[in-house]
């Protein structure tokens, strides 16, 4: 297998470098891309040191089994294409490609089927809040069908890459004015992630939206997020509350949640700092007055279940179906 992370210098590319040894892919030749400003770092892999190259559209005419992208949407937009055009299997963590309606937008324990028969092009990974929601929900739908989820998220400074962990990290030094976040994130929250649009939802939110109901494949159901960020290094935590198509009992409710892969029910009263670096979403304080609506907590490590964890899951579920 011939492999590429392209910004593998990054948050999100360093953890797909440390996951793909986690679960054991070895490819035979391996490559590093990030910007200019990056060539020449260094990255280990398998014990092994390699350089970091510059990405260039020469690069990307190569051709690999597969490259994981994670370089921020204009460099996925500007580069994707051309590998794809090469005839590799692109995975792709921005927002470039996921609503394109050829390309699969995919969270393999959900809808991995739809990689059978996809030899190459692009891939894309979803947001990183929407796929630990939609993990903890899709069993659910399954049973009894999703009419509306009302959400509020709770997203960690690492969802903005390394310049967000930054910025938090020196305004607890006292050092920094709002760069990143649009208000100060030390000992605050911030209910803005992303750009405002003209309908009053972030494009975050409406990442949310568009996405579930891609993934779910159900564009019936209604979806009204607020998206929150918080003082926290790693991890999204979500409140979700969902009302059903169906009716429900809370122990059919309970046993969709524990029958989904990858999706850990407890009574436990889960936080960031217990679900941080494991690639499990956790569910907890599932509970509901009535038979068709209800409340969870979820908490995923969003650099690994949101982002490289999914994709490198991408990689290994299109390898076992093709
Ligand atoms: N953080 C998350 O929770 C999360 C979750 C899901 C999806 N994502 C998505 O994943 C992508 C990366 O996010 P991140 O959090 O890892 O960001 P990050 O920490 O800021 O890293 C960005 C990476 O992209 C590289 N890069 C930037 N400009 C480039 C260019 N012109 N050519 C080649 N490489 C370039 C950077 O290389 P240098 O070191 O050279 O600057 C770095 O390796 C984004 O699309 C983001 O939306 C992030």
């Given at each position: 297998m011939r492999l590429a992370v392209v910004g593998a210098t990054g948050e999100v590319g360093r953890m797909m470098v440390r996951v793909l040894q986690e679960q054991n892919v070895q490819p035979a030749e391996v490559e590093f891309f990030a910007s200019a400003k990056?060539?020449?770092?260094?990255?280990?892999?398998?014990?092994?040191?390699?350089?970091?190259?510059?990405?260039?559209?020469?690069?990307?005419?190569?051709?690999?089994?597969?490259?994981?992208?994670?370089a921020g949407a204009s460099v996925s937009r500007e580069f994707a294409p051309t590998a794809a055009g090469?005839?590799?299997?692109?995975?792709?963590?921005?927002?470039?490609?996921?609503?394109?309606p050829k390309i699969p937008l995919v969270?393999?324990?959900?809808?991995?089927?739809?990689?059978?028969?996809?030899?190459?092009?692009?891939?894309?990974?979803?947001?990183?809040?929407?796929?630990q929601m939609v993990l903890g929900l899709y069993r659910i739908h399954e049973r009894y069908g999703i009419r509306s989820i009302v959400v509020s998220t709770y997203q960690s400074v690492s969802g903005a890459g390394k310049n967000g962990m930054n910025e938090l990290e020196e305004q607890m030094k006292g050092h920094i004015a709002p760069k990143k976040f649009v208000k100060q994130i030390h000992l605050?929250?911030?209910?803005?992630?992303?750009?405002?649009?003209?309908?009053?939802?972030?494009?975050?939110?409406?990442?949310?939206?568009n996405e579930t109901r891609k993934i779910l494949r159900d564009p019936e159901i209604s979806i009204w997020p607020t998206?929150?960020?918080?003082?926290?290094?790693?991890?999204?935590?979500?409140?979700?509350?969902?009302?059903?198509?169906?009716?429900?009992?809370?122990?059919?409710?309970?046993?969709?949640?524990a029958g989904s892969e990858h999706v850990v029910l407890?009574?436990?009263?889960?936080?960031?700092?217990?679900?941080?670096?494991?690639?499990?979403?956790?569910?907890?304080?599932?509970?509901?007055?009535?038979?068709?609506?209800?409340?969870?907590?979820?908490?995923?490590?969003?650099?690994?279940?949101?982002?490289?964890?999914?994709?490198?899951?991408?990689?290994?579920?299109?390898?076992?179906?093709?």
């Open positions: 990056s060539a020449g770092a260094e990255v280990e892999f398998y014990g092994k040191k390699y350089r970091v190259k510059e990405l260039t559209k020469k690069a990307m005419e190569q051709g690999y089994d597969y490259l994981l992208f994670s090469a005839g590799s299997v692109v995975i792709d963590n921005s927002s470039a490609f996921r609503m394109s969270v393999p324990e959900i809808n991995g089927d739809i990689l059978r028969g996809y030899r190459k092009g692009i891939v894309a990974n979803p947001n990183c809040s929407t796929i605050n929250v911030v209910p803005q992630i992303g750009s405002l649009l003209e309908n009053g939802f972030t494009d975050e939110e409406m990442k949310m939206v998206t929150v960020r918080v003082p926290v290094l790693y991890c999204h935590s979500e409140a979700v509350f969902v009302e059903t198509r169906k009716a429900f009992d809370l122990s059919g409710l309970e046993a969709a949640v407890t009574q436990d009263m889960v936080t960031p700092l217990d679900a941080a670096g494991t690639d499990l979403t956790f569910v907890s304080r599932l509970r509901a007055f009535d038979d068709t609506r209800f409340l969870m907590w979820n908490v995923a490590d969003n650099i690994r279940v949101g982002a490289a964890t999914n994709a490198v899951r991408i990689l290994l579920k299109h390898g076992e179906l093709n």
